[in-house]
């Protein structure tokens, strides 16, 4: 079972910027793939970005393509999203899952993913 914790949410105006951190703890071994989601009131949970933790590979949904980036600091088991030139509709809670989809690309569905954080909120104001 892997804990997970978000941390740097907060209120922006659209076109800032932040960064969004994930830091895990207990056994990680099985996962093979940290993802980050979000959730608006009314929607649908949506997978943002995903990077595998074997082989690197990482990827975004469409929609962040371009202004988000996500990376991980191994020595620190922290998963980080950069999220830059934010939009009003980026607003949302977002939440990083530790998961084990098959293949060496990080699917990002939400039934792949099995230990979730709490989440953390991100509003942006126009």
């Known amino acids: 079972q892997v804990q997970l914790v978000e941390s740097g949410g907060g209120s922006v105006q659209a076109g800032g910027s932040l960064r969004l951190s994930c830091a895990a703890s207990?056994?990680?071994?099985?996962?093979?793939?940290i993802g980050w989601f979000r959730q608006a009131p009314g929607k649908e949970r949506e997978g943002v970005a995903g990077?595998?933790?074997?082989?690197?590979?990482?990827g975004y949904a469409d929609s962040v393509k371009g202004r988000f980036t996500i990376s991980r600091d191994n020595a620190k088991n922290t998963v980080y999203l950069q999220m830059k030139s934010l939009k009003p509709e980026d607003s949302a809670t977002y939440y990083c899952?530790?998961?084990?989809?098959?293949?060496?690309?990080?699917?990002?569905?939400?039934?792949?993913?099995?230990?979730w954080g709490p989440g953390t909120q991100v509003t942006v104001s126009s």
């Open positions: 899952a530790a998961g084990r989809p098959g293949g060496s690309w990080c699917f990002l569905s939400v039934l792949e993913y099995a230990d």
């Open positions: 207990g056994y990680t071994g099985s996962s093979n793939c």
């Open positions: 990077i595998h933790t074997r082989t690197g590979v990482i």
